[in-house]
């Protein structure tokens, strides 16, 4: 598994709409949650790579519930973050073209 991807997967063949329902959860964290813009950018950071390797691997993408909860979970990162911050993430491009 890389680096920073989620370990949706590790315990059964699919990921559940029900954990990327989590992770879309996540992705809507405010700002001051967090102590600095180090940390939220580190944040973005683990999420983008989660996405692009949920992406690449396709586990479960068949699946409409959890394809549903994938774009709900770009769509929110879209909207919770700005793009400096989105294309500051050194897979952003790899998961642009995925998409």
């Given at each position: ?81 700005q793009l400096s911050e989105l294309v ?12």
């Open positions: 598994m890389a680096a920073g991807a989620f370990p949706i997967n590790r315990y059964a063949a699919l990921p559940s709409p029900l954990a990327l329902e989590n992770l879309v959860s996540l992705g809507s964290l405010r700002r001051s949650l967090f102590s600095s813009d180090e940390e939220r950018l580190a944040f973005l950071h683990r999420m983008l790579n989660g996405t692009l390797a949920l992406m690449r691997g396709q586990v479960g993408l068949t699946d409409h519930d959890n394809h549903h909860e994938l774009c709900r979970l770009l769509a929110r990162l879209k909207a919770n973050f500051s993430c050194p897979s952003y491009a790899s998961r642009s073209r995925l998409t």
